[in-house]
């Protein structure tokens, strides 16, 4: 295999396999996967891919989302060993939040402004390349973004920027069909992988910054027909009018006020936002989707929106068949500083109040909590020690300007945690970012960004971010290692004791996931601000993240899918 030295950043192109390896049968790639015949993703393969250690078929890993990858031939011992393998340049330099898809020795990989690309996994070498062919499009928020495609029978699923849903050919790359999932004039955007399971592909939206109705819908794989849509802002979404959060703290609402508000201008649900950011877990054996809805709209104005504003900022579950509602829970009833739900839902076993191990769902959200929930009914179990600091909490937002730790970028971010369940360990990765919080009443702008004031970094106080390992079952910190910039991305734990994780100032380091000591590095020449992945090609296992910085936290940007693999 060439390795190519990353200080002269060229794009990787096998002439073998420009020569040669026009089609998928002829690529290297291990013939002994546990399930499925690999000439298709399998229900079965995406049911089971929790224990293949070939392929990465899930943004998440599997439907349980938890990121644990099991192959160990790198692991504590030979880590240090780990060396660039090949490196692949996009035609993109921009923000790249991209998990790499790898399906038997073909990687599938996605840029800003919904490219993908199927390379060589071995080799790095370009299969093709799909172009979105999109209009003039201006309405979304924190960057033109793409988390992956998401793999299925013969093709490959994508969520685009101009809010359609595209079902690519998996070996040319060329559309199959595609529908629209919403109007983009009106704020609606798609920066999420799809999920596909049991002949239906499912999808959430962007844009509660633009007074959007939150959705997830589900579409036939074969035919892109609607088959279900269940919407994130209730009809009657008042709620309760909670008073407190989800760890019991005064929100300081005018509820009274709020009321009368609710009576005289009645529900505002049409344009109260919730969008879903991020894949959907999938309990197969309840028949259940987990996901989180973000940040009502406007995001700091409440006024215009009186009532807990359901279900925004909740934990929700729906029937996968139906899609109707089984149950919530709301972590910021009322929500006026963004502190949005959006790093996806993970399921695992867990203990419950009287020490009795059960099927649990696990959410990290921008408060700098992980919170640990009843998998049955989505009631909570427990929340973990703040992983940030927290400071004047719930200050409400003035047009001066109130400050409150953390602001409005968390905490966890989008970024997703992993699960370790040997360790009984979650791992995040955090923000500190000091904020001031300012109010503005504002009508709403028809499809233009919403945000009811702003909030702003605070310049003169220092920005960093960590790693943190949670036991989720006491909801004790384990361990925790600063770092020098604000973490925002994703991370994965492996079978080989480690855990993966990239920073925007360029460094990929691995951890000890016992005790977070540090065991290795590479810098990558721009921002390691997307989830990482791994894989197996003929015997050998690769790592593989791409760097491309970062537009909301500002991180350099780059275009390269970086793969390592240990030194021969």
Same mark, same amino acid.
């Given at each position: 295999?060439?390795?190519?030295?990353?200080?002269?950043?060229?794009?990787?192109?096998?002439?073998?396999?420009?020569?040669?390896?026009?089609?998928?049968?002829?690529?290297?790639?291990?013939?002994?996967?546990?399930?499925?015949?690999?000439?298709?993703?399998?229900?079965?393969?995406?049911?089971?891919?929790?224990?293949?250690?070939?392929?990465?078929?899930?943004?998440?890993?599997?439907?349980?989302?938890?990121?644990?990858?099991?192959?160990?031939?790198?692991?504590?011992?030979?880590?240090?060993?780990?060396?660039?393998?090949?490196?692949?340049?996009?035609?993109?330099?921009?923000?790249?939040?991209?998990?790499?898809?790898?399906? *038997?020795?073909?990687?599938?990989?996605?840029?800003?402004?919904?490219?993908?690309?199927?390379?060589?996994?071995?080799?790095?070498?370009?299969?093709?390349?799909?172009?979105?062919?999109?209009?003039?499009?201006?309405?979304?928020?924190?960057?033109?973004?793409?988390?992956?495609?998401?793999?299925?029978?013969?093709?490959?699923?994508?969520?685009?920027?101009?809010?359609?849903?595209?079902?690519?050919?998996?070996?040319?790359?060329?559309?199959?069909?595609?529908?629209?999932?919403?109007?983009?004039?009106?704020?609606?955007?798609?920066?999420?992988?799809?999920?596909?399971?049991?002949?239906?592909?499912?999808?959430?939206?962007?844009?509660?910054?633009?007074?959007?109705?939150?959705?997830?819908?589900?579409?036939?794989?074969?035919?892109?027909?609607?088959?279900?849509?269940?919407?994130?802002?209730?009809?009657?979404?008042?709620?309760?009018?909670?008073?407190?959060?989800?760890?019991?703290?005064?929100?300081?609402?005018?509820?009274?006020?709020?009321?009368?508000?609710?009576?005289?201008?009645?529900?505002?649900?049409?344009?109260?936002?919730?969008?879903?950011?991020?894949?959907?877990?999938?309990?197969?054996?309840? *028949?259940?989707?987990?996901?989180?809805?973000?940040?009502?709209?406007?995001?700091?104005?409440?006024?215009?929106?009186?009532?807990?504003?359901?279900?925004?900022?909740?934990?929700?579950?729906?029937?996968?068949?139906?899609?109707?509602?089984?149950?919530?829970?709301?972590?910021?009833?009322?929500?006026?500083?963004?502190?949005?739900?959006?790093?996806?839902?993970?399921?695992?076993?867990?203990?419950?109040?009287?020490?009795?191990?059960?099927?649990?769902?696990?959410?990290?959200?921008?408060?700098?909590?992980?919170?640990?929930?009843?998998?049955?009914?989505?009631?909570?179990?427990?929340?973990?020690?703040?992983?940030?600091?927290?400071? *004047?909490?719930?200050?409400?937002?003035?047009?001066?300007?109130?400050?409150?730790?953390?602001?409005?970028?968390?905490?966890?971010?989008?970024?997703?945690?992993?699960?370790?369940?040997?360790?009984?360990?979650?791992?995040?990765? *955090?923000?500190?970012?000091?904020?001031?919080?300012?109010?503005?009443?504002?009508?709403?702008?028809?499809?233009?960004?919403?945000?009811?004031?702003?909030?702003?970094?605070?310049?003169?106080?220092?920005?960093?971010?960590?790693?943190?390992?949670?036991?989720?079952?006491?909801?004790?910190?384990?361990?925790?290692?600063?770092?020098?910039?604000?973490?925002?991305?994703?991370?994965?734990?492996?079978?080989?004791?480690?855990?993966?994780?990239?920073?925007?100032?360029?460094?990929?380091?691995?951890?000890?996931?016992?005790?977070?000591?540090?065991?290795?590095?590479?810098?990558?020449?721009?921002?390691?601000?997307?989830?990482?992945?791994?894989?197996?090609?003929?015997?050998?296992?690769?790592?593989?993240?791409?760097?491309?910085?970062?537009?909301?936290?500002?991180?350099?940007?780059?275009?390269?899918?970086?793969?390592?693999?240990?030194?021969?």
């Amino acid at each position: 295999m060439k390795q190519i030295n990353p200080s002269k950043l060229k794009t990787v192109i096998s002439a073998t396999c420009v020569g040669v390896c026009l089609s998928i049968a002829c690529l290297s790639a291990q013939s002994d996967t546990l399930y499925g015949d690999m000439q298709t993703v399998t229900q079965d393969m995406l049911d089971n891919a929790a224990n293949d250690g070939n392929n990465y078929l899930h943004t998440n890993g599997n439907y349980s989302q938890t990121r644990y990858f099991p192959a160990a031939q790198i692991n504590k011992e030979n880590v240090h060993k780990l060396r660039p393998a090949w490196i692949f340049q996009t035609e993109i330099v921009e923000s790249m939040e991209t998990t790499p898809i790898v399906v *038997n020795g073909i990687m599938y990989v996605t840029t800003s402004f919904s490219h993908v690309y199927a390379l060589d996994a071995a080799t790095g070498a370009e299969l093709w390349h799909y172009k979105h062919d999109m209009g003039a499009v201006t309405t979304y928020c924190c960057g033109p973004n793409n988390r992956g495609v998401f793999p299925y029978g013969d093709k490959v699923y994508l969520g685009t920027l101009d809010a359609k849903i595209v079902a690519l050919n998996a070996k040319t790359g060329e559309v199959a069909w595609q529908t629209q999932i919403a109007d983009p004039e009106l704020g609606y955007s798609e920066t999420m992988a799809p999920t596909a399971v049991n002949g239906k592909i499912l999808i959430g939206t962007n844009g509660g910054e633009y007074g959007i109705r939150g959705f997830v819908k589900a579409y036939d794989a074969d035919s892109g027909k609607l088959l279900w849509t269940f919407h994130t802002t209730a009809e009657k979404s008042a709620g309760v009018w909670a008073k407190t959060d989800a760890t019991g703290r005064d929100l300081h609402r005018d509820i009274k006020a709020e009321k009368a508000a609710y009576r005289k201008h009645g529900d505002p649900y049409k344009t109260l936002g919730g969008g879903v950011w991020q894949n959907m877990a999938i309990d197969k054996e309840s *028949n259940t989707v987990y996901f989180v809805a973000g940040n009502p709209s406007p995001d700091l104005y409440g006024a215009i929106r009186p009532g807990d504003n359901l279900y925004t900022n909740s934990l929700i579950a729906v029937d996968l068949d139906s899609g109707k509602y089984k149950c919530h829970f709301q972590y910021i009833p009322h929500d006026v500083w963004d502190l949005d739900a959006v790093s996806p839902v993970i399921i695992t076993q867990v203990r419950d109040k009287k020490g009795n191990m059960i099927k649990g769902l696990l959410h990290g959200g921008k408060t700098g909590h992980v919170y640990v929930h009843k998998a049955s009914d989505c009631s909570l179990i427990r929340f973990s020690e703040a992983m940030i600091p927290q400071e *004047n909490m719930w200050v409400l937002p003035t047009t001066a300007g109130e400050r409150m730790l953390p602001g409005a970028n968390g905490g966890v971010e989008w970024s997703p945690m992993t699960v370790d369940a040997n360790l009984g360990l979650v791992y995040a990765i *955090n923000l500190h970012q000091p904020m001031t919080y300012h109010v503005e009443a504002t009508p709403y702008p028809g499809g233009k960004l919403w945000l009811g004031g702003a909030f702003k970094v605070i310049a003169s106080e220092q920005q960093w971010g960590n790693v943190t390992a949670v036991d989720y079952n006491t909801g004790k910190i384990r361990w925790q290692v600063k770092t020098q910039q604000p973490m925002i991305g994703g991370i994965m734990a492996t079978a080989g004791g480690l855990v993966f994780t990239g920073e925007g100032n360029g460094l990929f380091k691995a951890y000890d996931s016992a005790t977070g000591s540090e065991m290795w590095r590479f810098q990558a020449g721009a921002g390691v601000n997307a989830p990482p992945a791994s894989y197996t090609v003929a015997g050998k296992q690769y790592i593989v993240v791409a760097a491309g910085g970062n537009v909301q936290l500002n991180f350099k940007r780059g275009n390269n899918i970086i793969a390592f693999t240990l030194a021969d």
